[in-house]
């Protein structure tokens, strides 16, 4: 399983983004789906996650009330919606994938596929 992250950038505080995830020689279709992020100088840390079999949603409690996982219909892209973005947002997005869903899905060693991040910075 090959991930593939974009849509990261430079943008102002307030504004919105989509990062994309997209799966290459397969679907997500049996395979949940997530985000992390890591901020210059942290570690890195569980944003979101999108089961499949239940189409469920989880969040941080940091970022649940700005930040909105979905799969495309297809099956082979999986989103990151942010909105009001802020300073803290900063941090580079990588995605994640895994067939095996874990009560530790918080966690980065609970997931098995990688994608190779993307920069999202934030400027007050």
């Known amino acids: 399983v090959q991930l593939q992250a974009s849509g990261g950038g430079l943008v102002q505080a307030g504004s919105s983004l989509r990062l994309s995830c997209a799966v290459s020689?397969?679907?997500?279709?049996?395979?949940?789906a997530g985000w992390f992020r890591q901020a210059p100088g942290r570690e890195q840390v569980f944003v979101a996650a999108?089961?499949?079999?239940?189409?469920?949603?989880l969040y941080a409690d940091a970022v649940k009330d700005r930040f909105t996982i979905s799969r495309d219909s297809g099956e082979t892209t999986v989103h990151l919606q942010i909105n009001t973005l802020r300073p803290e947002d900063t941090a580079v997005y990588f995605c994640?994938?895994?067939?095996?869903?874990?009560?530790?899905?918080?966690?980065?060693?609970?997931?098995?596929?990688w994608g190779q991040g993307t920069l999202v910075t934030v400027s007050s």
């Open positions: 994640a994938a895994t067939p095996y869903w874990r009560a530790q899905y918080y966690q980065a060693a609970s997931w098995h596929y």
């Open positions: 020689g397969r679907t997500f279709t049996h395979y949940h």
């Open positions: 999108f089961t499949w079999n239940a189409n469920g949603t």
